[in-house]
C-alpha cells in the first residue's frame, strides 16, 4: 500500500501549536531535552533492573520470591522502554547525540532492536497513525481486529475477553519473531525500512546474541530448564501487557479514529497534526505515578506532536497544546483515568468484534 500524503490548511493547526510551545521554551530558557529528574530516574530503574537480574539469575531465591522478582523485572524493563529508551530513541533524552544513542541501545540490551523500532514507531506509526495497511502498531492480525477496515473473523467476537492473554505474549513475540520478519524482509508491514549499514548489522547479530544468552543459555546453566522456563514466562508476560496495554491506551479507544486516504489521490482529509489529534488519545495526566512509570506516555497528544521533546516538559506544555486546541475548535482527546481509558479501550475492541 503506498503511503498517502497529508492536506494543506492556510490556518495551520501545527504551525500555531509549534509557536506557542516554543515561545514556552524560550521564555522559560530551558531546553526541550531531558532533564536532571529524568537523569536521576533512569539511574533508579537500570540499578533496580541489574540488581534482580543479578539476584534471580546467580543468587536464585525460593520460588515464591523468584516469581515476585520476575514480575518486577517485567516492569523495570517496560519502565527502561517507557523512559529511557522511547526518549532515546526520538533523540529527546539529552541534548547530546551520543547520549540519545546510548538511551536507544538499551532496547537492543533488553533484546528487541533499536534500528528496527525507529523504523517501525519513529517512521511509520509516528507519519502515518492509525492508518491501516500502513501502521504496523494496529495490525495484529488474524488474531485481533482493531480498525473497522480490517477483515473480521468469528474469533474476533470474544477479542475484549482474551485480549489480555494476546498481549502478554507481545514481548515475547517481538524479540524472537517481529524483530527478524522486519530484518528478513526488510519492510515494516507495506513500508520498506532503511537499508542496514554494517555497523546496523553487526549491532542487531551482537544484542541478539547477547540477549539470548543473558536470558536462555545463562539461566538453564545456573537454574535449570524448569525454573528458567517459568520464570522467563511471568518476566515476559508482566513486560508484554504493561507494554501492549500503554500504548494501545493511546490509539485504539472508542473516541480515537482510523481515517483513510481519499482515492485516487491517495491524500488524506487532514492535515498531519489534526491527524495526530483525531487518532491519539491521553490518560490519567492528573496521575503522578502513572505519569513517571510510563515516561509521560500518558500524554500520549504531546508526544506525537512534539516526539523530539522530552516527556519530562509534557505536563507543562499539555496545558498550552489543550487550550490552543479549544481554542482553534479542534480534538483534544482524553480519559481523566486509566480505568476509564481501559474500558474505553475494551468497549472498542468489543465493538470492532462485531461483523
Not at 21 to 42: D, Q
Not at 56 to 79: K, M, Y
Not at 95 to 115: C, E, H, I, Q, R
Amino acid at each position: 500500500m503506498a503511503t498517502p500524503k497529508f492536506a494543506h490548511s492556510t490556518l495551520s493547526v501545527h504551525a500555531e501549536l509549534k509557536k506557542r510551545v516554543n515561545e514556552y521554551f524560550a521564555t522559560k530558557g530551558i531546553n526541550p531535552t531531558g532533564s536532571t529528574n529524568l537523569y536521576i530516574k533512569a539511574g533508579i530503574l537500570i540499578t533496580g533492573y541489574v540488581a534482580i537480574y543479578i539476584h534471580l539469575v546467580f543468587f536464585t531465591p525460593v520460588p515464591w520470591l523468584a516469581i515476585l522478582e520476575c514480575i518486577a523485572l517485567g516492569l523495570f524493563t517496560s519502565g527502561i522502554g517507557f523512559n529511557v529508551m522511547h526518549d532515546g530513541a526520538h533523540g529527546s533524552f539529552s541534548k547530546y547525540k551520543p547520549v540519545n544513542k546510548m538511551a536507544a541501545l538499551t532496547l537492543d540490551f533488553l533484546g528487541a532492536s533499536s534500528f528496527m523500532w525507529n523504523n517501525k514507531h519513529n517512521v511509520v506509526h509516528h507519519t502515518y497513525t492509525n492508518i491501516d495497511g500502513i501502521d504496523d502498531d494496529i495490525e495484529a492480525k488474524p488474531f485481533l481486529r482493531l480498525a473497522p477496515t480490517q477483515k473480521h473473523y468469528m474469533l474476533h467476537k470474544y477479542q475484549h475477553i482474551y485480549f489480555w492473554f494476546l498481549y502478554g505474549f507481545l514481548y515475547l513475540f517481538w524479540v524472537f519473531f517481529t524483530d527478524y520478519r522486519k530484518y528478513f524482509t526488510g519492510m515494516v508491514g507495506s513500508v520498506p525500512i532503511k537499508k542496514l549499514s554494517v555497523t546496523d548489522h553487526i549491532l542487531f547479530w551482537g544484542f541478539k546474541l547477547m540477549h539470548f544468552t543473558m536470558y536462555v543459555i545463562l539461566p538453564i546453566f545456573l537454574c535449570g530448564v524448569l525454573p528458567w522456563l517459568v520464570g522467563f514466562l511471568v518476566y515476559t508476560f508482566t513486560s508484554g501487557v504493561v507494554l501492549s496495554i500503554v500504548f494501545q491506551l493511546a490509539h485504539t479507544v472508542e473516541e480515537t479514529i482510523f481515517p483513510e486516504a481519499i482515492q485516487p489521490a491517495n491524500k488524506m482529509e487532514d492535515e498531519w497534526a489534526l491527524h495526530q489529534l483525531k487518532t491519539t488519545a491521553n490518560f490519567a495526566t492528573s496521575n503522578k505515578i502513572v505519569t513517571w512509570f510510563v515516561g509521560g506516555l500518558n500524554f500520549q497528544v504531546e508526544h506525537h506532536l512534539f516526539p523530539k521533546i522530552s516527556h519530562a516538559h509534557y505536563p507543562q506544555i499539555s496545558k498550552i497544546i489543550k487550550n490552543t486546541c479549544i481554542e482553534l475548535g479542534v480534538p483534544y482527546l482524553e480519559h481523566q483515568r486509566m480505568t476509564g481509558a481501559i474500558a474505553s479501550h475494551i468497549s472498542h475492541l468489543k465493538k470492532m468484534g462485531q461483523p
